[in-house]
């Protein structure tokens, strides 16, 4: 894993934060026109920003394929920097994800609807259970980021299925949806910062091992030190067992072999 890959992965994640720079200006754009009702975040959802009925679809489309495009690069450029069994998993479904946005900005929902709801789907669903399994993947070398993306994941994946089965009376359809794709980005952004602040090899940006690596250091030396007075204690217990033990004692007839066996004296009258 070399810096500039891990730097090249980690700036593609940050820079999915482009979508909500995109997204505040295209809904500007809408609440310019004064032929068509108001935008509401709370009602609406993200997708109706690149119909026909925005003014500015095509920029909405293009940042819906670039949004893809920076989350597949960055999962495939920051695996080796990954750790554990979630590693995989994490790069699948991050993968998965930045495919199902990518088919959401080339079919709006207003064309092929049945392929832009796959794609959305696949994009909420990939995304946040790829926090979840990122979150794994990273524990080993941040423990405060493992957890801030299991959280992540776990409020997405639930407002994903709120929003998929129509539990929306809270947030609103607008809301719940946007519950559930926001903090996609800002997994991918606050994981990218971290990594890239960690280095290639498990160190931060100056070069001094991160808190978790000092932590696992420590603990390999506590082991090692209890290994090592086990032993001793043990190599004592069996020297004082040694000692404790009773020579046999030795056969008088090995002392003297000419001495008169106890069956010759019992022949003589």
Do not use: C
């Not at 070399?2 to 997204?23: K, M």
């Not at 026109?33 to 009602?43: G, I, K």
């Amino acid at each position: 894993m070399t810096a500039n890959r891990l730097r090249l992965g980690a700036l593609l994640w940050l820079l999915t934060l482009q979508f909500f720079v995109v997204e505040t200006i295209v809904q500007l754009r809408w609440t310019a026109r004064t032929d068509v009702l108001p935008y509401s975040r709370v009602d609406d959802v993200i997708s109706d920003l690149g119909t026909a009925v925005s003014p500015a679809r095509t920029l909405m489309n293009l940042s819906f394929v670039v949004q893809g495009a920076l989350i597949i690069g960055g999962a495939l450029l920051l695996g080796p920097a990954l750790r554990g069994r979630a590693k995989r998993v994490a790069q699948v479904l991050l993968v998965l994800a930045g495919l199902g946005v990518l088919v959401v900005g080339v079919f709006p929902s207003d064309g092929v609807g049945t392929l832009h709801s796959i794609g959305a789907v696949a994009h909420f669903v990939g995304g946040n259970i790829g926090l979840i399994a990122l979150a794994y993947a990273v524990r080993p070398r941040s423990e405060w980021l493992g957890t801030a993306l299991a959280l992540l994941g776990v409020i997405g994946t639930a407002l994903t299925v709120f929003f998929l089965f129509g539990v929306v009376e809270w947030l609103g359809e607008g809301g719940t949806e946007r519950g559930a794709a926001y903090v996609i980005p800002i997994g991918l952004a606050l994981a990218g910062a971290a990594l890239w602040r960690f280095g290639p090899d498990g160190e931060t940006a100056d070069g001094r091992p991160t808190r978790q690596e000092l932590r696992e250091q420590e603990r390999a030396e506590r082991e090692e030190q209890a290994r090592r007075r086990d032993e001793a204690l043990e190599a004592a217990a069996a020297r004082q067992q040694a000692d404790r033990t009773p020579e046999p004692a030795e056969d008088e007839d090995d002392e003297d072999p000419w001495a008169p066996s106890v069956r010759e004296d019992r022949r003589r009258p």
